[in-house]
């Protein structure tokens, strides 16, 4: 999981202590505890367990459950001030830790992150603050013993064989032995096997154990995310020979004593290109208000917890979905057989059964294991286009337009008191990308949410509420999901962006969600409200998994949990689990509730931050795939001019975001007007110097796309035209003209203020810094700047 540990090695000729009975003795102490103490503790004389104890604690150290010190003697890591956590490296060399225990990432200098790589989990000690105020970090080591794989390019050149990696966030690129090339081609993308790590006198060496492909060969781009983000896509054969024994309908024997609910209209609503059937809904009248059935695939019932079919839906963690391309939770023969809610044929579920008021206050909540046939395939198109009085499609499906009827006006009882207690509403645009027959992308088409989304959205919160509430109420154990308060200085920062934008939000001591609302209420019909939510969303907090309930900010609830989709998710079926435990002790012999599991709380407390980092994992994943997708089709639209706003500010240039394509590209600050600028890195500024031009967050723009890097997923514009703001809104401190160009831009004046040239001449994209050991690759830095990766 994400704090992976080497397995106990059972295999000793002589009992020794566990890793639990030993982390309790140096838990215990007041200081460090020799090795010798440990052995006396346990009254160990045998040589064997010496021998076996040494072998055990050095894995515990490497597991960072441990800290080796002076004197043979071991200690706690939290004692020593010391944590655990996953390096991200960047571009230029530099990097951070981001701590498994949340918080601000620590800064990683150029010089610590000479032995170690982006992906590597470290031991790091937190130091004092740099120059910008970022707490600096110091590696004590690294705890990821495993085999490191990375995707890059190989490419061959005056007799040096190097892998440059595709993640920009490796600054280091691979030297490559001539024994181990395994027959790569110069300019295929590989995957490679790092042999030795980094040092601060040399590079990694690796050998090449996977050729891909070549660069530009369609689906390449997933090929590439999918192995650079270690995705597990290949099922074992355990996996495979238990899907042989999935039926493919449900046998009678497991219909027996279920609520039968097949006689009840449960449709589901979902994306025109859907293929599991998580969830299924019904609604109607209630003397109290309505009452609302949803009806949740019964995945526990065929995925028990240690099989082969767990231990790899575990190790997935959630399904990822890539344009026109999903590696699942579940093999299909569960994920889109016998577990989605198909039309037309019996399935089983598990139900949540509510009543909600006429303001929308959860009234009556139950949960039991059912029978059910859905009795349509819906799609957020049809249902919306039913709402809005399709004759056509009323006529089709009018044997449920009654109950859309009456899902729609839950959904106005449930929307009015979303807005009562303030959450967050964002209404995002995101795309679609329409590929041909050679999986070429011939279009990019916004896809936006109609009433049907946010009607079904509603339905799973209010289940996800219930199954909260009913863990809560019964003192079971399961993962909740968790929305922080947001971080202090990134609130800060995102409230002098506001101001700068001529908006306002309310400053409180704790902020409340409706703040956020009353500023998207504001931006609502700005041009540049998708930018504006961008920023909002940046300064909130990630949801996570965790066992302990802090409720959730956005969507201003005291308990949330994941119930409504356990194909694709695995917190949801952790729920499912504990929900039936439950049952199972209030109702003796109620049937149905096979896969019934308690996890400890130990358990809960490895499978929250898992299940976090492989969701953060698919994202990341999906975002590159995403970025290449976008490289990839603006290289058909070099030259051509599109509109956009201003999306960021930085002392390199400024970014612009396409208005009908969502896509961002640089204008580098060589490709302004030749004059001095000053850029206030605090209210995301860049002020030309001599005309007093103020370019900021939000402007529109015009531009023309320049040229298109795939390779490092960039994309450079020229600048054509901005409506820039007026000289009331530019800040009142003018600067002086100089009356010299011709000499280089002068140190920035003030905090957060820099000064950099536009001047063609002098001005330029910053090279990649040269990898360590560079000496020892002879013309690599030279070649690498020649060849188009």
């Given amino acids: 999981m994400n704090d992976k540990t080497t397995p106990e090695q059972p295999q000793h000729d002589v009992e020794i202590p566990s890793r639990e009975a030993m982390l309790e003795v140096v838990k215990n102490a007041l200081k460090p505890v020799a090795y010798q103490d440990i052995l006396s503790h346990f009254k160990l004389t045998d040589e064997r367990q010496h021998i076996g104890v040494k072998r055990r604690l050095r894995a515990m150290e490497r597991d960072g459950q441990l800290v080796y010190t002076r004197n043979d003697s071991y200690?706690?890591?939290?004692?020593?001030?010391?944590?655990?956590?996953?390096?991200?490296?960047?571009?230029?060399?530099?990097?951070?830790?981001?701590?498994?225990?949340?918080?601000?990432?620590?800064?990683?200098?150029?010089?610590?992150?000479?032995?170690?790589?982006?992906?590597?989990?470290?031991?790091v000690k937190a130091g004092a603050a740099d120059a910008k105020g970022r707490k600096e970090g110091r590696i004590v080591r690294t705890l990821n013993d495993e085999v490191r794989q990375i995707v890059g390019r190989y490419f061959f050149e005056d007799g040096i064989a190097l892998v440059v990696p595709d993640d920009t966030r490796v600054s280091q690129d691979l030297i490559i032995q001539p024994e181990h090339t395994n027959g790569a081609r110069h300019g295929q993308i590989v995957v490679a096997e790092i042999m030795s790590r980094p040092s601060r006198r040399s590079s990694p060496l690796a050998k090449?154990?996977?050729?891909?492909?070549?660069?530009?060969?369609?689906?390449?781009?997933?090929?590439?995310?999918?192995?650079?983000?270690?995705?597990?896509?290949?099922?074992?054969?355990?996996?495979?020979?238990?899907?042989?024994?999935?039926?493919?309908?449900?046998?009678?024997?497991?219909?027996?004593?279920?609520?039968?609910?097949?006689?009840?209209?449960?449709?589901?609503?979902?994306?025109?290109?859907?293929?599991?059937?998580?969830?299924?809904?019904?609604?109607?009248?209630?003397?109290?208000?309505?009452?609302?059935?949803?009806?949740i695939a019964d995945v526990s019932h065929y995925v028990r917890p240690g099989n082969g079919l767990d231990k790899e839906a575990l190790s997935r963690g959630n399904s990822v979905?890539?344009?026109?391309?999903?590696?699942?939770?579940?093999?299909?023969?569960?994920?889109?057989?016998?577990?989605?809610?198909?039309?037309?044929?019996?399935?089983?579920?598990?139900?949540?059964?509510?009543?909600?008021?006429?303001?929308?206050?959860?009234?009556?909540?139950?949960?039991?294991?059912?029978?059910?046939?859905?009795?349509?395939?819906?799609?957020?198109?049809?249902?919306?286009?039913?709402l809005d009085g399709d004759k056509e499609l009323r006529s089709q499906y009018q044997a449920v337009v009654p109950h859309i009827e009456n899902l729609q006006g839950l959904y106005k009882i449930l929307r009015g008191s979303r807005e009562r207690r303030g959450a967050i509403d964002f209404d995002t645009v995101e795309t679609r990308f329409i590929f041909n027959a050679e999986r070429?992308?011939?279009?990019?088409?916004?896809?936006?949410?109609?009433?049907?989304?946010?009607?079904?959205?509603?339905?799973?919160?209010?289940?996800?509420?219930?199954?909260?509430?009913?863990?809560?109420?019964?003192?079971?154990?399961?993962?909740?999901?968790?929305?922080?308060?947001?971080?202090?200085?990134?609130?800060?920062?995102?409230?002098?962006?506001?101001?700068?934008?001529g908006l306002t939000?309310?400053?409180?001591?704790?902020?409340?969600?409706?703040?956020?609302?009353?500023?998207?209420?504001?931006?609502?019909?700005?041009?540049?409200?998708?930018?504006?939510?961008?920023?909002?969303?940046?300064?909130?907090?990630?949801?996570?998994?965790?066992?302990?309930?802090?409720?959730?900010?956005?969507l201003a609830l005291k308990a949330y949990a994941h119930f409504t989709s356990p194909i694709r998710r695995y917190p949801d079926l952790v729920l499912h689990r504990e929900i039936k435990r439950i049952l199972a002790?209030?109702?003796?012999?109620?049937?149905?509730?096979?896969?019934?599991?308690?996890?400890?709380?130990?358990?809960?407390?490895?499978?929250?931050?898992?299940?976090?980092?492989?969701?953060?994992?698919?994202?990341?994943?999906?975002?590159?795939?995403?970025?290449?997708?976008?490289?990839?089709?603006?290289?058909?639209?070099?030259?051509?001019?599109f509109e956009g706003v201003i999306s960021a500010v930085t002392n390199f240039g400024l970014f612009v975001r396409l208005t009908d394509y969502m896509i961002d590209g640089l204008v580098h600050i060589s490709n302004l007007k030749s004059e001095y600028y000053h850029f206030d890195a605090e209210r995301?500024?860049?002020?030309?110097?001599?005309?007093?031009?103020?370019?900021?967050?939000?402007?529109?723009?015009?531009?023309?796309?320049?040229?298109?890097?795939?390779?490092?997923?960039?994309?450079?514009?020229?600048?054509?035209?901005?409506?820039?703001?007026?000289?009331?809104?530019?800040?009142?401190?003018?600067?002086?003209?100089?009356?010299?160009?011709?000499?280089?831009?002068s140190k920035g004046r003030g905090k957060g203020s820099s000064k950099a040239r536009g001047d063609k001449k002098t001005s330029g994209t910053k090279p990649k810094a040269a990898s360590p050991g560079a000496a020892k690759a002879g013309k690599k830095n030279s070649t690498r700047k020649k060849r188009s990766r």
């Fill in 684 to 745: 995301h500024l860049l002020i030309g110097e001599s005309s007093g031009s103020v370019y900021r967050l939000g402007d529109k723009a015009r531009v023309k796309v320049a040229a298109v890097n795939l390779d490092e997923r960039k994309i450079d514009f020229e600048l054509l035209h901005v409506e820039q703001t007026s000289d009331a809104l530019a800040p009142k401190r003018r600067v002086k003209q100089k009356h010299s160009e011709k000499r280089g831009p």
């Fill in 75 to 123: 200690g706690m890591p939290e004692r020593m001030d010391l944590q655990k956590g996953v390096v991200i490296g960047h571009r230029d060399g530099f990097g951070f830790v981001r701590l498994d225990e949340g918080g601000p990432d620590l800064f990683l200098p150029f010089h610590q992150m000479q032995t170690v790589m982006h992906g590597d989990r470290v031991l």
């Fill in 208 to 295: 090449v154990v996977e050729i891909i492909g070549d660069h530009m060969a369609p689906g390449m781009e997933i090929e590439v995310a999918i192995r650079e983000h270690n995705i597990p896509h290949e099922w074992p054969a355990a996996v495979e020979q238990e899907s042989k024994s999935i039926p493919a309908e449900v046998p009678d024997s497991d219909k027996k004593g279920r609520v039968d609910l097949r006689r009840l209209p449960l449709v589901t609503i979902d994306g025109e290109d859907a293929r599991d059937f998580d969830d299924a809904v019904f609604c109607q009248p209630d003397d109290k208000g309505f009452r609302l059935w949803v009806a």
């Fill in 585 to 641: 002790e209030q109702h003796r012999g109620m049937p149905g509730l096979e896969g019934a599991h308690h996890y400890e709380p130990k358990q809960l407390a490895e499978l929250g931050p898992h299940c976090s980092q492989t969701e953060r994992r698919a994202d990341d994943a999906t975002r590159q795939v995403d970025e290449w997708l976008k490289c990839e089709f603006m290289q058909d639209h070099v030259g051509d001019e």
């Fill in 505 to 554: 939000m309310p400053l409180r001591d704790e902020p409340a969600p409706a703040d956020f609302g009353e500023v998207l209420k504001q931006v609502a019909d700005r041009p540049d409200r998708e930018l504006i939510q961008t920023m909002l969303l940046r300064s909130l907090q990630q949801a996570i998994y965790t066992v302990e309930n802090r409720g959730h900010f956005g």
């Fill in 321 to 386: 979905y890539f344009p026109n391309h999903v590696i699942p939770m579940l093999p299909e023969a569960l994920s889109n057989g016998l577990c989605s809610l198909n039309p037309q044929v019996d399935r089983l579920c598990m139900v949540a059964e509510m009543v909600i008021g006429p303001r929308g206050k959860l009234l009556e909540s139950s949960f039991y294991p059912a029978l059910m046939n859905s009795h349509a395939r819906l799609t957020y198109t049809k249902v919306a286009a039913i």
């Fill in 440 to 501: 070429k992308i011939e279009r990019i088409e916004p896809v936006h949410r109609n009433q049907a989304h946010m009607l079904i959205e509603e339905c799973m919160i209010m289940a996800n509420v219930a199954a909260a509430n009913f863990v809560e109420k019964n003192k079971g154990a399961a993962l909740f999901r968790v929305h922080d308060l947001p971080d202090e200085d990134r609130l800060m920062a995102f409230r002098m962006v506001l101001g700068e934008m």
